[in-house]
């Protein structure tokens, strides 16, 4: 370990080693101001205040005003006060007569105390009411100036964002962890008003017209006898329903992939889904699709990590999304387009631009990058900002319009509708997080929640009273004009155009896309799902469905089942893979993963400090693990153990460092370092040994520094099998970054590549 210590030496930078533990981030902490990474902390709780308690920004990070009004910020004064601004002397005890005495009805601060609280929950979101969600900004490269007049695409410019990401199916306090779709919704504060482009993780949809949106939700919600299980799908009403009504085939599949257990929101992709309509400054119009890329790639846990990491930190994504953004680790994604003519039919090369449920690949139309999406900040306040923060496809702007879409017809209605019940009235868009930073002058009055205090007489149109006023702009003064796009005439019916009866092929693409390691992955999603459901009909049911996408997907969901797979009722379309579509094969970069370096009191602390000042020096999160809490080694090289075997779960970590004593057995992490003098346990703790097993299984490097051998050998785990490395620190250092840039140890899985 001393050979780490050399060797890593030279890449330490500041003064010295960065401190460890909880003390990071108190209040006193310079908060991060730049992209770069100053020094990843490990989570801290309970959490320091934030700089500004006062309320919202009343200017943008791009000094406009966010309409916030500064007289009307929510703290201010030292003295605690009721509501009225009355200061108070005590906050403990309610006003009796006498101490032993029946509490008075006059005691105003107790009534109004106990009524605000009665009050403080409001309707959760129908739909993706667990989430999580940070400010940022969009800078534009302006290269979308060819089919858009939209001012922040168009042109070089920044523009302030704030992004929910959420997950669908479960309730406010469900795990991030489980299998479903995530949402992805962004809401652009642009100088001609609010754009809110509210997305996916997964670029198709279950349904094609929003009429059946209730009963696809109906039907995946928990039961409605016992309501369970909650955030799932692993249930017989969702499977009834998507073998039932089988356009759901293409997204579930996806849900059933990798894509529905990201590692992390900062690794995921986000798609609108819909096909919408650009227009640019001399009318002309192209059909588009919008994709979030993540600078980071797109990652996956495993099922098992999924499912343990619900139990051991049912706050995973929220909690990885806040760390990094407070360590400075800024998330990021490129705003990419897929553009297409539009044409009458609004097809390109036989996809249906307006079915929901299909995507283009991109290897027919690449995607090409309009701007660079930054995540730079936290929210202040939870439920002022992620929880009312309210998103709607209808909020365009000039240069983006929306296309015939079925799905996004509903949407249009149903977003603003929403808020009435969870917002409690049409006034939302006034609260801060909502507010639009271009100047207002709408006709819209009263209601509840009111803040606005309007001039003028005459809210109505035409008027002479208040001087015509507000007046309407035209084209040439930013209005956003709907584009007058032909419609087809026919006749009143309730049907689908003949296209969108195609519910497998795309489907059996995404299929043939996957790597073998994928295909085992998707395999045993739709065996443990459809284990789950009591009702044979249904396991059998989809079944069928799965013959139609590809018989050796049914053939081993159906051994999983110990149930004879049906042939197809379909002949299995003859379509082309997109490599594009596999997670699998390609490198990328490792800002914010978490590395845990597992050590003990008789390990050289100077190694284990250079081990964790190369991994900081990598932009990653070190967390230094041993059997009990407290200060390893002597004198000034010490190490702060910030996780115990007790705390530790290997699903946690990306991957694992084992710090090592050469020529030590492998109790030299053991539980002896708990208790000074106590005797050496006769074999290693096996808590140690579960970390290694289990990161092992879940394909995460392993790397052994310093006679860590004997460990790995305890596990039954050899050395020099991939991902599996004993070697010295700076070696070992460099392995770690190649095998993690992978993101797992793929040829670890039965699956050969
Ligand atoms: Fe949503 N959806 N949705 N949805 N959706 C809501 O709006 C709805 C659909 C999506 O972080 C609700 O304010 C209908 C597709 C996201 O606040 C609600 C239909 C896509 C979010 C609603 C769809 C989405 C929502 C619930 C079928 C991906 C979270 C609370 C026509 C392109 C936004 C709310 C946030 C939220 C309705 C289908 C994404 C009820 C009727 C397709 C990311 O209005």
Redesign the pocket.
Known sequence: VKAVTDKIAGALHGDGAPSDGPEDGVPGKPAPVSPQVVEPTEPVEPLPPKADQSGPETVSPTGQPTGADPARVAQSGAYLTTAQGVRLPDTDHSLKAGSRGPVLLQDHHLREKLMHFDHERIPE?????R?S?AHGVFQSYGTAQTVTKAAFLARDTETPVFV???T?LGSRGSADTVRD?????TKFYTEEGVFDL???N?PV???Q??????DI?HAGKPHPDREIPQAQSAHDTFWDFVSLHTEATHHTLWNMSDRGIPRSYRMMEG????TFRLVNAQGTTTLVKFHWKPKLGVHSLVWEEAQILAGVDPDFHRRDLFDAIESGAFPQWELGIQTFPDTDDQMFEGIDLLD?TKIVPEELAPVKPVGLLTLNANPSNFFAE?EQ?????GHLVPGIDATDD??????M???????LT?LGGPNFPQIPINRTHAPVNDMLRDGFHQTAVHRGVAPYKPNSLDGGCPFFAGADTGAFIEVPVEVPAGRKVREAPASFADHFSQARLFWLSMSPVEREHIIAAYTFELAKCYEQAIKERALGVLANIDPELCSQVAAGLGLPAPAATEPLADVRPSPALSQVGRTWPLHGRVIGIVTGQAMDMVGVNGVRQAILDAGMVPLVVAAAGGVLGTGSDTVTVQRTFATARSVEFDALVFAGVPGAGADAYGARDAKAGAPRPPVSDPRVLALLTEAYQHGKALIGLGGAEALFEAAGISVGEPGVVVTDGAQGMRQLMELLAAHRVWERFPAAM
């Open positions: 979101r129908v739909v993706h009411a989430g969600a929910r990401f959420s669908v779709t995530r949402g992805f919704a509210v997305g996916n997964i949809f279950f349904i017209d929003a009429i059946k949106f209730p939700i798609f609108g889904v819909h929901p992620v923060v309210a998103f709607h496809t079925p799905l996004l017809a509903g949407r209605f149903s977003y603003l509708d929403t808020q969870r």
